[in-house]
């Protein structure tokens, strides 16, 4: 294996109780997911916790030396239970500190806001002891990166931008890229055609995502590899399969 | 603690590379997150894994044990990726068997559907020995129970419908009940109250969610209790602090 061979991975922790209730509905997997296929970085595994010092930092332990990169998003804001930093200080043995570039930050974003930079604000300039920061355009209050450990907003637009900001910075491999074969039948009638092509080509895998839509059903199919050429002669080989079958197929999807 | 007072927890893992590669927004955790709420029952953890053996199989028997339910979804249906059944059989160390009755149901199913009951339908069937099924209306698919494990639907209202077929079947305690109120002011300025009243109640919990609209800040507070009187002490406490504070809030959210 070369190094442009290696795969990158990551992992997200997700922390908050308004997910967990089901109040909220996440939007920050699919957001962070797709960030991270375009630095070529996949994605391995997702927890959502709760609001809960033990269980982020359980999860934090657990998935911070299994992986490349770890992301989390929730938590960071100003009130009482915004604790993902405390958490990840103890998971890491390390103090939280006032880091003095987050306090000038939000000293200035509050300066001609009503309240000022009260303490509950302040919460926001508190990170583990050693950690960099991650800036954003949105609101005054910066993301948090100690090592492989990035602590993103809870708030979906915010994490955008945050992300943003570390477009390009960290190192990856060769992204994953996909092609989609979309098809009105039932996927069980498709599963054969499906297991040979995938079985037939090294470096590739074959999604199948069923849906009902105008009274009839259908399947799209990803074809998914970070070689162009296995993915061309993947799809290649899947519409010839489906035309010889008499499978009414659209190439790009339905 | 009597019987009652019992707190009846949940995991779920959420099964597929479709989410993980950010192509799918998941629907799944936020639907079983409301449902579970209304058993009585809290969603301790979700994770999500990829369409992979020992995922799959690490997750069940991390999560099937130290939580009184365990639901999955994804990867119930025919075609090759679909292998949660085999992960789960697995992970309990029991065998893959084909369920008579599922069998049945996916034969007078597809009786008259072009190409029948086919082998990739008829993997539908296969369920780890031991196991019950959960019917739904939509499809000719059951979902799949095995001791305190739930083997769901990936598509939505697939899920939807296995859902359905279980309310009130599940033991659990008192549900959650929470309240809103919504607040024209950044939650920074609210921070301490929130505090106070939390610390003042026990068996309550408040969250606390930003927002941007219509140009401007406010915040959603959502008090949960499994007390109905702890509750709405909670929430007349809220609001009278805020009230003597001069903020705008409006009862009920906004």
Not at 71 to 100: C, K, Q, S
Not at 106 to 134: C, F, H, T
Not at 189 to 216: K, M, N, T
């Amino acid at each position: 294996m070369t190094a442009s061979d290696k795969i990158w991975t990551a992992a997200l922790i997700v922390i908050g109780d308004e997910i967990l209730s089901g109040r909220t509905q996440d939007r920050n997997i699919a957001q962070v997911a797709s960030w991270l296929q375009l630095q070529g970085i996949r994605l391995n595994e997702v927890r959502v916790v709760p609001d809960d010092l033990d269980a982020i930092g359980g999860a934090v332990n657990a998935l911070r030396q299994s992986h490349d990169y770890l992301f989390t998003t929730g938590g960071i804001g100003p009130t009482h239970d915004d604790i993902t930093v405390d958490a990840v200080a103890r998971a890491l043995g390390v103090e939280v500190v006032i880091h003095p570039e987050a306090r000038d930050m939000l000293a200035a974003y509050y300066a001609s806001k009503p309240g000022g930079l009260n303490e509950a604000r302040l919460r926001m300039a508190r990170v583990p002891d050693g950690a960099q920061l991650i800036k954003n355009r949105i609101s005054g209050a910066p993301g948090i990166r100690h090592g492989n450990i990035f602590l993103m907003a809870g708030v979906p637009n915010i994490t955008a931008q945050m992300l943003e900001g570390l477009t390009g910075q960290l190192e990856g491999g060769r992204p994953l890229i996909s092609e989609t074969i979309g098809c009105w039948a039932q996927e069980s009638e498709i599963a054969d055609i499906l297991r040979a092509v995938e079985d037939g080509h090294d470096d590739c895998q074959i999604g199948s995502y069923p849906f009902f839509r105008e009274g009839r059903v259908g399947a799209n199919f990803v074809i998914r590899s970070t070689s162009k050429e296995v993915l061309e002669s993947a799809v290649q080989t899947l519409c010839e399969a489906l035309g010889e079958e008499g499978f009414d197929f659209t190439p790009g999807g339905i």
